[in-house]
């Protein structure tokens, strides 16, 4: 599983909350991504990171926010959660160059 | 939008069936990769293959690239029911935003036992 921690695992939270969603790796890689995946999308890439500070936009990103303080975590933010961010959101990591990515467990979040 | 789109978007064969999933993109790659996902779980890296292959093998997969096509292909065969799951390709573009890896819809496999 090379590693990767997402927490929380579920989350129900109301609309207008915000929300942390954290991803934990333990092996220093240097590319850190934000998926989300809901039915009929597949998955949708919203943030990612190539390094501690750098983080560049991905497909679906508004309305979502990341930091990388170091570069063992990656956070995602929702600033002010709205129902249509309901979703499964992975965290995955690379492992090189145009390599393959592993991800993460998921987090189930629910906004009402 | 998606870089892949899979066909067919479900599919149901019965174990010892080969199944074969379908994938079509829109921009030159450096690569493209298949995963797997089964219910309620992370993706899965199945096999990659790089823009200069044109087959690849790991034991009963089969992927094919076709570059002036856009298009690419996965291959189980003797299927099983442990092989129940979504498939989706997902591709690294050979231009701009190399560092995304894209994901199509994917391909839901439903193997009868």
């Known amino acids: 599983d090379a590693g990767i921690t997402q927490s929380p695992r579920h989350k129900v939270t109301e609309t207008g909350t915000p929300v942390t969603l954290r991803c934990h790796q333990t092996e220093n890689h240097r590319y850190m991504y934000w998926y989300r995946q809901d039915p009929g999308h597949g998955l949708r890439l919203i943030h990612y990171?190539?390094?501690?500070?750098?983080?560049d936009k991905g497909e679906v990103s508004d309305g979502y926010s990341v930091s990388r303080s170091k570069t063992e975590d990656f956070l995602l933010t929702l600033e002010s959660a709205t129902s249509s961010q309901t979703s499964v959101y992975f965290c995955a990591i690379r492992t090189g160059t145009n390599e393959k990515l592993f991800f993460g467990s998921g987090t189930q979040l629910s906004v009402l | 939008s998606q870089q892949g789109e899979e066909d067919p978007q479900a599919l149901s064969i019965q174990e010892g069936e080969n199944a074969t999933m379908n994938c079509s993109y829109k921009?030159?790659?450096?690569?493209l990769q298949w995963y797997r996902q089964n219910s309620g779980r992370g993706l899965v890296h199945l096999i990659l293959i790089r823009s200069n292959e044109r087959e690849k093998h790991s034991g009963r997969l089969r992927v094919t690239l076709d570059t002036s096509k856009k298009s690419s292909s996965l291959l189980i065969t003797a299927s099983r029911a442990a092989d129940t799951a979504s498939y989706f390709c997902a591709t690294v573009p050979s231009k701009g935003a190399t560092n995304k890896l894209i994901f199509g819809t994917g391909t839901l496999l439903a193997v009868q036992p």
């Open positions: 921009t030159s790659i450096n690569n």
């Open positions: 990171s190539y390094g501690v500070k750098d983080t």
